[in-house]
């Protein structure tokens, strides 16, 4: 069953936007007040890009202090109307005032699914020095058969000990983050805007079962943002 630690639901998307934006900045002041940087793992799909084109108009945001990752991505070229990290560029990463260096992106390049990722393993773990991974702010979307990330009924692990796995499906092979990964964020924003995400929504609020893998989420730290 998930829970979160807060849900914040509004009536329409543009309202829900402004109360994602308000958390967004008091997160980000806040880390920075601590550390130097900020890292946040971007979603992939469809639903976000209203959301990623109003952070791109956003003023006063210190955003080369924001280090950007990326949750899941498609095996498929950069170029492609399938990639994540296509979707992002055009709706947020490319219209703001950053350096190609904060992006740690997902290779596509080679063959294998397994070398790549172990190249993004590795780009991570060098980003926390070989410390334990914390990013401090994760934003995930829910798929209508309730995945999150590339985290499907069948290949959701929590056993698992590495931070980043792949996984082979019909469509679309994908590299994703792991469950655990996702969990020790400081703070997962869980983002469902529409109608059809409040249908999966109120299935893993009953999701005694665990059928749905964004009922693996924990409570401690994740906020649900959803609207009709």
Not at 134 to 155: E, Q, R, V
Request: proline share 1%; glycine share 2%; with cysteine.
């Amino acid at each position: 069953m998930a829970k979160f630690s807060k849900i914040i639901w509004e009536s329409n998307e543009n309202l829900l936007i402004n109360k994602f934006i308000k958390k967004f900045n008091e997160n980000l002041s806040k880390r920075l007040r601590k550390s130097k940087r900020f890292s946040f793992v971007l979603t992939g799909g469809k639903s976000p890009i209203k959301l990623y084109k109003r952070l791109a108009k956003l003023k006063n945001i210190p955003w080369n202090k924001v280090d950007f990752f990326i949750t899941d991505e498609r095996y498929v070229k950069k170029t492609s109307k399938h990639s994540n990290i296509n979707m992002c560029n055009k709706n947020l990463l490319n219209k703001i005032n950053i350096s190609n260096n904060q992006i740690y992106n997902i290779s596509t390049k080679f063959k294998s699914l397994k070398i790549n990722s172990i190249k993004y393993e590795k780009k991570i773990k060098n980003y926390f020095l070989n410390k334990k991974i914390k990013f401090d702010m994760t934003l995930l979307g829910i798929g209508n058969d309730g995945h999150i990330a590339s985290l499907f009924k069948n290949n959701i692990n929590k056993k698992t000990t590495k931070i980043v796995d792949y996984v082979r499906k019909k469509n679309f092979s994908r590299i994703t983050l792991t469950v655990n990964c996702l969990n020790n964020s400081k703070s997962i924003y869980l983002w469902a805007p529409g109608k059809k995400k409040s249908l999966i929504i109120k299935k893993i609020f009953n999701d005694n079962k665990f059928l749905f893998s964004a009922s693996y989420l924990k409570k401690k730290n994740s906020f649900l943002f959803y609207c009709n």
